[in-house]
């Protein structure tokens, strides 16, 4: 079962051209890499221990509410980013994982919150 065989006999004076379209999948129909693979269950823990940061930070912010500062603001942002960036990677690895074709979408999304999250971060 899936395996497929082909043969080609030819003379020496016939010419055969044509094209083959080859999709080779991994086992259960994942067209990641197998260096890609452990992504899917990587990420969704990721996302939830941002998550409980976030819950928590919120939390904080709130127990504090009094204090007027515009840091605490900024770095809510962080927290908040990383979740989104986390989750566009997961939705376009997931995506990729199951169809096998790139969703431009996602990875302008990714790139977008990428980029907050680095200029937030590091800035």
Known sequence: KG??????????ESLLTGWVR??????????????????L????ALIALWALMTIAWIANWVMF?????GLHRLLT??????CGDLA???AYYLTYSKTGLDH???LYVY??????????FIA
């Open 111 to 120: 790139m977008v919150l990428s980029v907050i999250y680095q200029a937030v």
């Open 65 to 69: 509410r009094h204090q007027h500062i």
């Open 41 to 44: 269950f990587i990420l969704p």
């Open 104 to 106: 431009p979408v996602l």
């Open 22 to 39: 080859l999709v080779l999948v991994n086992p259960n129909g994942q067209h990641l890499g197998y260096d890609e693979i452990p992504l």
């Open 88 to 90: 566009s990677v997961y």
């Open 77 to 82: 942002l962080v927290p908040l980013v990383k």
């Open 3 to 12: 395996k497929f065989y082909g043969g080609i006999l030819m003379s020496n």
